[in-house]
Every structure is written in structure tokens, then in C-alpha cells.
């Protein structure tokens, strides 16, 4: 059977899901309640930046394969696996997720489903979510819908990549037929390692495997303090660690920490839904990584503030990096933002470069200086933040740069240049859990 597929919610996850499904040769709709969201997407254009995404939206609507509404009732009609993408953000003053989104898309779209389909969750949730939402489907639709639960494991800047070649498939299922339909959607992968499970472990592997990663980053910043208190050097300590196969490599860069709209919030929502269960001490350590987390952040401000005599006031500081992470415009949660928010509140005259972030920088925080190229960014600047890691700041040339700025300072927030030329450039270079 050809099945058509719907992706409720087109934000992050579900323009990218819209689009691979496509690319892969299915029919797919993609809803959203937005108007202008889903206009913007039917011309081909991404209200996000993501590799390689926008050139394979625009492949598959002039296809013919992929389109684009805001009707449920035609979803409904049109799908027979419908995904729900949307998102799940931390409640305001509380560490829990709110959910309310999926409720809405499900007491949205249950009405309407008339013939048997598969609903399938991929956003990330706080366990037993699944097994309500599958309930409220059974009252709302019938026996004819069921539920399935397939958690997503994309990394913004490799979103497309991790959806067309992913390293594992996660099936949360309560029937064989409900396997046997996601087995079908995915078969175009290939081959793919595929884990067959019940509704809580599905969504218990996003939760544990944000948990993890979120750990493994705040265990070497935790190292990075150590090591400025002991004059070691965490680069080196973190080289020594990646060869031993027990530990690796990966997520095991010292620097300014982790954020965006996944790792922080999952961590927290995981800690509040685990004491919800009775089992809030199996988690307490997360709290310790969320914390660790955070004084990156303020300890990324004392090196500045060092670096220009112990005050921002009257201090010119040139920010590169506004984005979470490199190849993403996403400035949520954003530790070099936050950075650069901080030293503005006190009274440092901050201006901020990044190559792809500043529009959404300057409609989040339009008061915040701002520069179209790294260069204009750091002239006349008393100390230089290097605070995401794109590949155009490495690639600096110091000399270049040291010919704009007021003194030579620099605080390399993510390790990523190479101390010894910039040094024997006259550089001031600082750098978190290094002498």
C-alpha cells in the first residue's frame, strides 16, 4: 500500500519530517494553524535555517509530492499516518513540559478521522503521554485509530541528514499492525537498526538519550573547572579521555555549554516528570548538570570582564556568535546570547556577529547592537568573544583582526581556535579550563 502521510506541525521537526518523507517519494501534507507559516512554506521558503533543507522543500513541492494547509478536516481526508511534530516548550515558572500543543493537534484532528489511519508521535514528551493521547484518541475517533509512538533524534545542522540516514528507529507500538505500518513508511532507509518497543520505553529513549548527552558536556565543563583551579589544561585532559573507547570523543568539548530549544528544557521536563513518579532522586544528579551548565555562562563573563580591568563601563566588546550552536539560526536558550545580554546589562557596549542568526537576534532583542560582518563587529572592541563555534571564526585571521580592535583580548568561549597563533599574533587569548 502507498500510504499517504500528514505532518501536523511544521516548525523544526515537521518541515524537515515534511520534506524527507517526501524526498524519500511519499504524498505528504504538512498543517500548521499559522496562515503565514503555511504560505511562506507553499512558496518554498523556511522560517529556519537547516543545511540542504530549503533546496529539497522546493524540490518536492514543484514534485507535486508535498503541500501544504491549515484544514484538519482535509488531513484528515488526505492522511493515512498522520505525525504529530509539534512542540512541547517548558511551562512558563516550571521545570514540566507543556503538552497542550499535542492535545490541541489531537482533539483537532480526531473528529475528523472517519477511516482506519495511524496517528504517530514524534515530539518529545514526558512519559505516559503517549498512552493518554492514545486514549483520548480511542474517545474521540474510535477503535478505527490507533496510536503509535516514534521519537525523533535530529541535531539542528545535520536535521536532514539524521532523518534520511538515521543511526536507530525507535518504535513505540501497541499492536503489530501499528509496526507493521511504520516498518513500511521507513523501508526506503534501508537498513536501519530499529528498536520495537512499548509506549513509555519510546518515549523514555529521547528523554534518557537528551539526559545523557546533556551530562557528558556538563561532565567536561565540570573538568574545565577543576583544571583552572588546578592550571591544566581541559583540552588536553579531553584529548586523553576520547581514546579510551569506554568514553569518546563525541560531546566531550570544553567551552560555553550546551542550550537551544531541546537539551535544556528535555533535562528539566525529565526531572519534573520523574518526581511527579515518586522517582525524583534517580534524576536529582541532572540538576548538578544543569547547573554546571549555567555557570559556564557567568564564568565566560568574569574572563571578559577580567581581560578589561574588572568592569564592562566604558568597554567596547565585540560578540561573534549569536546562535546556540554553528550551522542554526536558533538563538533559543542561546548561551552566547545570554553572554552577551549579560555583559550589555553591565554596561558594556556589546555588538554582535553571526552569519546567519542576526535577523532573528534583532527581532528578539532589537536594542542589541548588531553587525553584518565579524570585522565590524570587533573594531574598535577592548575584548573579542568568540561564543559559536562557525567555521568562519575559526578560520580568522588575527593579524586581520588585530589591526580593527582597541587591544588584542580575546575569550575563545568554545576552544575552537588555536591558542598558539594567536598568541604569537599579541593576543591576550583566554579560554575556558585552559591556562
Not at 110 to 135: I, N
Not at 242 to 261: A, K, M, V
Not at 368 to 380: E, F, M
Request: hydrophobic share 45%; glycine share 8%; aromatic share 6%.
Amino acid at each position: 500500500m502507498a500510504y499517504r502521510l500528514t505532518v501536523l506541525g511544521t516548525g523544526y521537526l515537521g518541515a524537515t519530517h515534511a520534506a524527507c518523507m517526501a524526498e524519500l517519494g511519499f504524498e505528504v501534507l504538512g498543517l500548521d494553524v499559522d496562515p503565514e507559516k503555511i504560505a511562506s512554506l507553499q512558496r518554498g521558503e523556511l522560517p529556519i535555517h537547516e543545511p540542504g533543507l530549503e533546496e529539497m522543500l522546493r524540490r518536492n513541492l514543484a514534485a507535486g509530492r508535498l503541500r501544504f494547509t491549515t484544514s484538519y478536516e482535509e488531513a484528515a481526508e488526505f492522511g493515512d499516518v498522520h505525525f504529530v511534530c509539534v512542540g512541547t516548550p517548558q511551562k512558563k515558572g516550571e521545570y514540566a513540559a507543556d503538552v497542550s500543543y499535542l492535545d490541541a493537534v489531537v482533539e483537532s484532528l480526531a473528529p475528523h478521522l472517519r477511516r482506519e489511519c495511524l496517528v504517530v508521535g514524534k515530539s518529545t514528551v514526558p512519559v505516559g503521554t503517549a498512552q493518554r493521547l492514545a486514549d483520548k484518541l480511542a474517545l474521540l475517533a474510535g477503535p478505527h485509530v490507533e496510536l503509535a509512538w516514534n521519537p525523533e533524534f535530529l541535531r539542528e545542522g545535520f536535521a536532514v541528514r539524521d532523518t534520511l540516514k538515521p543511526d536507530r528507529l525507535v518504535f513505540g507500538v501497541a499492536s503489530e499492525r501499528a509496526e507493521k505500518i511504520l516498518r513500511d513508511v521507513y523501508t526506503p532507509l534501508g537498513d536501519v537498526p530499529t528498536v520495537v518497543t512499548d509506549f513509555p520505553t519510546a518515549e523514555l529513549v529521547k528523554s534518557a538519550a537528551n539526559a545523557f548527552l546533556a551530562t557528558k558536556i556538563s561532565f567536561i565543563n565540570a573538568m574545565a573547572e577543576v583544571c583552572e583551579a588546578a592550571h591544566a589544561d581541559v583540552k588536553q585532559l579531553s584529548l586523553a579521555l576520547s581514546f579510551d573507547e569506554r568514553i569518546g570523543g563525541r560531546f566531550l568539548n570544553p567551552g560555553l555549554g550546551f542550550g537551544g530549544g531541546c537539551l535544556p528544557k528535555d533535562i528539566r521536563a525529565f526531572m519534573a516528570r520523574a518526581g511527579e513518579l515518586g522517582a525524583d532522586q534517580a534524576l536529582s544528579f541532572l540538576r548538578e548538570v544543569d547547573a554546571i551548565n549555567m555557570r559556564r555562562r557567568a564564568r565566560m563573563v568574569d574572563l571578559a570582564r577580567d581581560l578589561v580591568g574588572g568592569s564592562f563601563h566604558t568597554r567596547t566588546v565585540g560578540v561573534l556568535g549569536a546562535a546556540f550552536k554553528p550551522n542554526s539560526d536558533d538563538i533559543r536558550d542561546s548561551p552566547a546570547l545570554d553572554v552577551a545580554l549579560t555583559i550589555r546589562q553591565e554596561g558594556g557596549a556589546v555588538t554582535v556577529y553571526d552569519p546567519v542568526a542576526l535577523n532573528n537576534v534583532r527581532k528578539a532583542h532589537p536594542t542589541l547592537g548588531t553587525a553584518d560582518s565579524a570585522l565590524t563587529a570587533v573594531r574598535n572592541a577592548d575584548v573579542v568573544l568568540l561564543l559559536t563555534e562557525w567555521q568562519e571564526f575559526v578560520d580568522l585571521d588575527p593579524e586581520a583582526i588585530g589591526t580593527v580592535v582597541n587591544t588584542r583580548n580575546i575569550v575563545d568561549g568554545r576552544n575552537a581556535l588555536d591558542s598558539e597563533i594567536w598568541r604569537a599574533a599579541h593576543w591576550n587569548y583566554r579560554a575556558l579550563g585552559r591556562p
